[in-house]
């Protein structure tokens, strides 16, 4: 059974990106799904309701994750130093190149990606993403593999 690492990141990064209303936070709660290539998966719910499913993976420079919502959107994030609101962003994954606005939290960025991100997530190497004042890599090594659990996670709506 895997550890409580996806605890460590995710409540306040996916809660505040799933939940609309912020009273929703206190009624907000995960439970394990399971792990693949080291990363941890959890289910996430407000209440009762399946709001879906993330994987966190520990690496050397902070945490990274990847989520998709009941919705079936995907959400990437990043613990690293990052300005408050919405800022500009520079990521690379092996050389291919996106710009973009995300969400910086101070300790933390996320964002939606899209369908050509993850894509490049799921076969990449190494993701590089940049923002005012911080810059965080990570190796995305069992990342196709984790994002077919968060899919297969969804799919059964947490179960």
């Known amino acids: 059974m895997p550890g409580p690492r996806a605890y ?4 306040a990064t996916l809660a505040a990106v799933f939940l609309t209303a912020s009273s929703a936070l206190a009624q907000y709660s995960q439970r394990v799904f399971g792990a ?3 990363w941890d ?5 407000e209440g009762p309701s399946f709001v879906g ?3 966190s993976h520990r ?7 990847i989520a998709m919502n009941a919705g079936g959107n995907w959400i990437l994030a990043f ?12 990521m690379t994954i092996d050389g291919q190149f996106w710009g973009f606005p995300v969400t910086g939290e101070g300790n ?16 990449g ?10 810059t965080f890599t990570a190796v995305l090594a069992g990342s196709s593999a984790e994002m077919a659990m968060v899919e297969t996670c969804v799919r059964r709506r947490g179960n």
């Open 53 to 55: 499913c993330a994987a």
């Open 36 to 38: 693949a290539a080291g």
């Open 41 to 45: 998966i959890v289910a996430m719910y």
């Open 79 to 90: 613990q690293m130093p990052t300005p408050q609101g919405v800022v500009p962003a520079q």
């Open 59 to 65: 690496q050397a420079t902070g945490e990274s994750g």
């Open 125 to 134: 190497n190494v993701l590089t993403i940049t923002v005012p004042g911080s």
């Open 8 to 11: 460590l990141f995710f409540p």
């Open 108 to 123: 933390r960025v996320n964002f939606g990606a899209s369908a050509q991100i993850m894509d490049a997530v799921r076969t």
